[in-house]
């Protein structure tokens, strides 16, 4: 018995943030920065990822198919290090150093107003951000990374 493979070849404006979904897709940032993809949906069913070029996917979005159906893009829990510091100037310090190595980083804040940074799991950085006196904690969670200053991510340009 031959099956269709699902085909989705278009993200939905993030005003359709609202639409229901008809299934989703939970997949880790590595795999959310790709065009072409093959995937299984929570359903079981196959699809074929066939976005833009460039596009990078981000938890909440919302892709359409070829027949229709609106599938909704989950981040998926992954290893990251989550790093807090006792001052904004010590965190900044901290975001001067793995900027300064062009490291993905997530910029985020709780209620209590406590700022954080995540990034991917990796032991040099780690004991960089340790010896900076950051708070390190190695944990599973959705990382989504600032897309950077122009919008599409890390570029190289000529000129």
């Known amino acids: 018995m031959l099956t269709m493979m699902l085909s ?10 609202q639409t229901p979904c008809d299934d989703s897709v939970i997949l880790p940032f590595d795999l959310r920065q790709k065009s072409r993809l093959r995937v299984r949906l929570q359903s079981g069913l196959e699809a074929a990822l066939q976005l833009a070029r460039g596009s990078i996917l981000r938890g909440g979005d919302r892709l359409l198919s070829g027949d ?43 209620a209590d107003g406590e700022c954080w940074l995540r990034l991917e799991q990796d032991h040099v950085l780690k004991d960089m951000l340790l010896g900076l006196g950051m708070s390190v904690i190695e944990q599973q969670a959705p990382f989504e990374p600032e897309a950077g200053a122009y919008g599409g991510g890390h570029h190289h340009h000529e000129h």
């Open 8 to 17: 989705i070849t278009e993200r939905l404006p993030s005003s359709a943030v």
């Open 68 to 110: 229709g159906r609106i599938v909704q893009v989950v981040a998926a829990d992954e290893p990251v290090l989550h790093v807090t510091a006792v001052s904004s100037q010590q965190l900044m310090r901290a975001v001067y150093h793995l900027a300064n190595r062009h490291v993905p980083l997530q910029i985020g804040g709780g």
